[in-house]
């Protein structure tokens, strides 16, 4: 298991790495073992710089771009098998307008092979998702579905269900 | 693999039974706050096994169980089934005896997997609505990543904190999706 | 000490009950000692119950639930005694369109008295500002100031601070 | 009472001199994900005497100082002021004594509050520019919940987990509104 562990290590880091300039545009980042030696125990960290800026320690990372460098490292595992399906709770809550649309672009991309259920207020997110789905509660305190349709409709839809 | 349909019954404030018919691709859950899409997520980690009543923002289990609002009264049972559909490419890499459960089922086009839990906080697995053990259900979605601590599942407010995880929570992370 | 602390304690309680009140557009909340006996030593809790649903642990909020009810309690103590400024840092992210609407017009009629200082992401809240501040970073690492217009240029001045 | 203006020199990612000169009322402050808006936040935290790194998102107090970007190097210090205005009736109600530094100061029309530190780990408090101490700041905002601790300054990403703060720490919010 240790080969499988080393093995499964690298493909990740290539592939976080990867993910990271895409959601990013640019800068660099990358897993590392906290104890190379000791394969069987050793511990993951992630070193991420965004474009142009030093590398630090994660802790001086936006809010945002802790969010972007944890979505790439989430597709990124994802990639390395496949996975039933993804749920996403409000993980486009911190981005600005111009990181959700690349948020959006990767999950279009992905979600061709694998199944997403995203949860959302953005308004973005929701027009480029395959379905959407309604949740309201015509009686408080007891929830049930309401079917959102698509476009201009969805204005007046969704106002049904706030 | 990917899920078909979710049905509620009685879970959190999903008092009616409620069926929710998903696509592969992008299905995205939308509604006003406090109208019931975590709770569409937490029905999906209960039923794949969780069993941390804080990662269900309940006190204990039976909270779950629809608890009554102003006009009703609470119920006695909630119960949530997922139907699984697998296409020939992407079927289930199961761990485990060739000869087991979860080999069997790994090689359907289709199977459920439901949880129920009464009042008395007795709780019951079924897969294909025959019973099994939790350590079945597991099994099945073991190196998945949709257990209930791995890494496909994102609850509400946590993105952030991924990154901020210790390294040994990360290392569990990479053996999940080896 | 015993009776100021008490004196404001009530006070905070009446005016939690009445901003959540507001906020939710109904439903109740109050605040209560864990210890009356023991004034000095006593904790406090909130109970809160959104309109139509049942009283429950605060756990069971949602997340929007959860930050609303966390600015009427925030709204109250500021009420309290006359605060020099106040300081939120993208409270309203978890919040959907209609509740930021309530949380702007609760922010409009404090920002009367006291000085808000507030940091976000949503279109509504930047337009109900007096002033608004754009920061970015020409140079990659480097934040310096930008001045954002109010109105139809705010599109154009907040694209070039993106 | 209110902030007229924040003077950053140095200040984590803001390297040149910068000045934002605020209203009473509504200020928005706005922009895109990493450009520093947060940063500005940890800077009035900071100068009202926040001592936890973990606040600060940092791991030793110097990390506030710019530490360079690809193209400049890192600055030997960094130092915060804030230019407070008085009307008449809001002036601080100062705990303390009727003589001390922070009664004085709260009869002032306008005063600074300025904190700096250097490389080496020195640090300094300057009130209307002349040394003063930690104490005599944390005087002077005492129970007006703008200290560190208070209720008037919410993080971000914290908002949510207010109201399950333990009851220790809600009665130290009621304590410091009394
Ligand atoms: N066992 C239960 N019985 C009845 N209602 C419940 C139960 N458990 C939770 N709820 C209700 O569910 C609501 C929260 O739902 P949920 O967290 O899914 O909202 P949400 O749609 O995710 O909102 P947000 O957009 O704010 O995150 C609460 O108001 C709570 O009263
Ligand atoms: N000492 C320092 N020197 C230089 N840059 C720093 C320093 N400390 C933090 N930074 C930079 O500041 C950036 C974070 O800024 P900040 O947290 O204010 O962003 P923000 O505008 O709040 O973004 P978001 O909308 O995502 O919350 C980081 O990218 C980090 O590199
Ligand atoms: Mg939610
Ligand atoms: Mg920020």
Redesign the pocket.
């Known amino acids: 298991t240790r080969a499988r562990f080393k093995e499964t290590f690298e493909k990740a880091d290539v592939k976080f790495r990867e993910l990271f300039v895409e959601l990013f545009h640019g800068g660099r980042a990358t897993l590392k073992l906290t104890n190379p030696n000791n394969l069987l125990e050793s511990g993951v960290e992630i070193e991420a710089q965004p474009p142009g800026k030093r590398v630090g320690s994660l802790g001086v990372l936006s809010g945002g771009e802790r969010a972007l460098t944890a979505v790439s490292l989430i597709m990124a595992l994802f990639s390395l098998r496949t996975t039933p399906f993804c749920l996403l709770d409000?993980v486009d809550a911190p981005l600005d307008d111009a990181n959700v649309a690349r948020f959006n672009a990767m999950l279009r991309r992905i979600s061709e092979r694998t199944q997403f259920i995203i949860?959302t207020?953005k308004q973005r997110t929701m027009e480029t998702a395959d379905a959407l789905y309604g949740?309201t509660m015509a009686e408080a305190?007891v929830s049930q579905m309401v079917s959102v349709r698509i476009g201009g409709a969805r204005e007046e839809a969704l106002a049904a269900t706030a | 693999m990917r899920i078909r349909q979710i049905e509620l019954v009685g879970f959190?404030?999903f008092r009616e039974p409620t069926k929710v018919t998903l696509l592969p691709g992008l299905n995205a859950i939308v509604?006003?706050?406090?109208?019931?899409?975590?709770?569409i997520a937490d029905a999906i980690r209960w039923v794949l096994g969780e069993q941390s009543v804080k990662h269900l923002r309940a006190k204990e289990m039976e909270?779950?169980?629809?608890?009554?609002?102003e006009t009703s009264a609470a119920l006695g049972m909630a119960e949530v089934t997922l139907s699984f559909e697998q296409a020939d490419e992407a079927s289930l890499g199961v761990e485990g005896p060739e000869d087991g459960l979860a080999a069997q089922i790994a090689r359907l086009s289709e199977f459920t997997v439901t949880r129920r839990i009464y009042r008395s906080g007795e709780s019951q697995y079924l897969i294909n609505q025959s019973p099994a053990r939790l350590r079945d259900i597991t099994d099945l979605f073991l190196g998945s990543g949709v257990g209930p601590k791995a890494y496909a599942m994102i609850e509400?407010g946590r993105v952030s904190q991924i990154v901020q995880a210790k390294p040994e929570e990360l290392r569990l992370f990479i053996e999940e999706a080896a």
Do not use: M, Y
Request: hydrophobic share 20%; charged share 15%; aromatic share 4%.
């Open positions: 409000e949860i207020h949740v305190g | 959190k404030s509604g006003p706050n406090g109208c019931g899409k975590s709770n909270d779950v169980i629809f608890g009554g609002n509400q």
